[in-house]
């Protein structure tokens, strides 16, 4: 039997599809695919035209041109395809990815930059970001295109920032802010400094941070200073801090974080109070200067007067016992002045009074008023170069005779006794010293010692000084140790050495005569 098949030529779009007949000689009515390549049909015998004298049944021209108008009518959006049903209608699809095979070729994608990243852009399909330079990073941007960066910020609100190192072969270290980090700048310094050097902040500004010299018990400039091993720390000088106020005869209370030293200028009063101690540490120390014109009085912080300070003057305190209160228990302290009457009540009792001393004269003396404990001033009177000034037993002093041809010059003391002894010289020696003979003044000799360290005073030779008498006395604050000379000894002991502790009232004394021989004799 013959078929008649009609065949559809689609062009671009379904309002152009146009058909024609032609008769193809069918073996057998079964199915056939019409050529046309991706575009191929499977079209069913049922769906052909059986002409047997080449005449088409009018029939079948109605359903075809019902189904051609159907789809000439179809308008699908980019990207559909159309594909018909079983009730012989049109419909536009896009097919899921699952449904596609086959290779993209070059010439169905957009034209692209080398080495760019693509990226979704969501229903507008595919987007392109150039590659950054080199040194850069890929940075995402919720909501927006990523882009690359050479600044790169980690984190975000809601997740701390944190960069991570890895070890070789176990541990990683975190490098993390807080959590409410604040913001600043980490400068680092332009050189690698040397060992032991610590970093130092530049207040997280633009200017980068800097080197500085480790802590050291030895005091350097510019360096930090350090503890040593007994816990004392050393240097030139530790200056404090000055607070200087006007007096306004209101009260300055000082608390923990006040300045050491307070200064009180003006002309009117001012009271100080101290802080509470138990914010205090034992000693802890404070000075008040009033360099006003009025008084300023000092009290604790239980309202305890320790000292109203008068025009000019000085008070210095230190904590003694922070658990002893809020009165004058828990303070120490010293009231003093430039003025010369103010500095002794710092130094005398409390309960001992003082005159101005205004009448201090060369050669005069401070002198005391029996029972009173005031202070006076009393004239030395005159003498001759053969008197000393003695005590006379009644409050003052006399100038007496020791004897004739008294004489002194150059240190050293001479003087004929009254019953025709011979002179004496007297040497004072305030370190270690070797007695010559040269020293000695028609063979006698006082050396005083007066040796504020460990002395040692060494005879001569007892048989080059035979005769000789010495005495030694110590008058100094340490120990004075009498010598011999090489092989010398002390008496018919064999000791060559004498110690005179001092301290001692009279003072520490002996007398030696040497015997001409090996030896000293010691009284």
């Given amino acids: 039997m013959k078929y008649t098949l009609l065949l559809t030529a689609l062009l671009a779009s379904p309002a152009y599809a146009v058909g024609y007949i032609q008769n193809v000689d069918i073996a057998t009515p079964a199915q056939i695919v019409s050529a046309g390549g991706a575009n191929s049909q499977a079209i069913n015998t049922s769906n052909l035209w059986e002409d047997t004298d080449s005449v088409l049944l009018s029939t079948q021209i109605g359903v075809w041109n019902a189904?051609?108008?159907?789809?000439?009518?179809?308008?699908?959006?980019?990207?559909?395809?159309?594909?018909?049903?079983?009730?012989?209608?049109?419909?536009?699809?896009?097919?899921?990815?699952?449904?596609l095979s086959g290779a993209i070729t070059n010439a169905q994608m957009p034209t692209y930059t080398a080495n760019g990243l693509t990226y979704g852009t969501g229903s507008a399909g595919l987007s392109q970001v150039t590659v950054g330079t080199?040194?850069?990073?890929?940075?995402?941007?919720?909501a927006a295109a990523p882009s690359f960066t050479a600044t790169p910020v980690l984190g975000a609100v809601g997740t701390t920032g944190t960069l991570g190192f890895s070890g070789t072969t176990s541990g990683v270290v975190t490098v993390q802010p807080q959590a409410a980090a604040g913001t600043y700048n980490f400068n680092l310094p332009i050189t690698a400094g040397t060992a032991g050097q610590l970093m130092t902040s530049q207040a997280g500004g633009a200017t980068a941070m800097s080197w500085t010299a480790a802590p050291t018990a030895t005091p350097t400039a510019s360096n930090i200073a350090d503890?040593?091993?007994?816990?004392?720390?050393?240097?030139?000088?530790?200056?404090?801090?000055?607070?200087s106020t006007a007096t306004a005869a209101g009260t300055t209370t000082l608390v923990v974080g006040t300045n050491q030293c307070a200064i009180f200028t003006g002309a009117t009063t001012q009271t100080v109070v101290l802080p509470v101690v138990?914010?205090?540490?034992?000693?802890?120390?404070?000075?008040?200067?009033?360099?006003?014109?009025?008084?300023?009085?000092v009290q604790t912080s239980g309202s305890n007067v320790i000292q109203a300070m008068a025009a000019n003057t000085q008070l210095d305190l230190v904590v003694q016992g922070t658990a002893l209160g809020t009165g004058t228990a828990s303070w120490a302290w010293k009231y003093s002045s430039a003025n010369s009457s103010t500095i002794l009540s710092s130094i005398l009792p409390s309960t001992q009074s003082i005159s101005t001393l205004s009448n201090l004269t060369s050669n005069g003396f401070v002198t005391t008023s029996g029972g009173t404990g005031a202070l006076s001033v009393t004239s030395a009177p005159s003498g001759t170069v053969s008197q000393l000034l003695a005590n006379n037993g009644s409050g003052g002093f006399s100038n007496v005779t020791i004897g004739s041809n008294l004489?002194?010059?150059?240190?050293?003391?001479s003087a004929t006794g009254g019953g025709g002894g011979s002179a004496m010289s007297v040497l004072t020696k305030t370190a270690g010293y070797s007695v010559v003979s040269g020293d000695f003044t028609g063979a006698r000799l006082l050396l005083v010692a007066n040796c504020s360290a460990a002395c040692t005073m060494t005879l001569p030779a007892s048989n080059t000084v035979s005769g000789y008498e010495i005495n030694v006395i110590n008058t100094g604050t340490a120990v004075a140790t009498v010598s011999t000379n090489g092989t010398d000894t002390f008496g018919s002991s064999a000791d060559t050495t004498w110690t005179l502790i001092p301290g001692g009232s009279p003072q520490a004394s002996n007398k030696f005569i040497a015997d001409g021989g090996t030896s000293w004799a010691g009284f």
């Fill in 227 to 243: 503890w040593d091993a007994n816990k004392a720390m050393s240097g030139a000088a530790l200056i404090p801090l000055c607070t």
């Fill in 407 to 413: 004489t002194y010059s150059a240190g050293t003391l």
């Fill in 134 to 142: 080199t040194g850069t990073i890929l940075k995402g941007t919720s």
């Fill in 278 to 297: 138990t914010t205090l540490a034992n000693g802890r120390r404070f000075t008040v200067y009033n360099q006003s014109s009025g008084v300023v009085t």
């Fill in 67 to 99: 189904k051609q108008a159907a789809l000439s009518n179809q308008t699908c959006s980019a990207n559909n395809f159309v594909s018909s049903n079983t009730g012989g209608t049109f419909t536009c699809t896009q097919p899921a990815a699952s449904g």
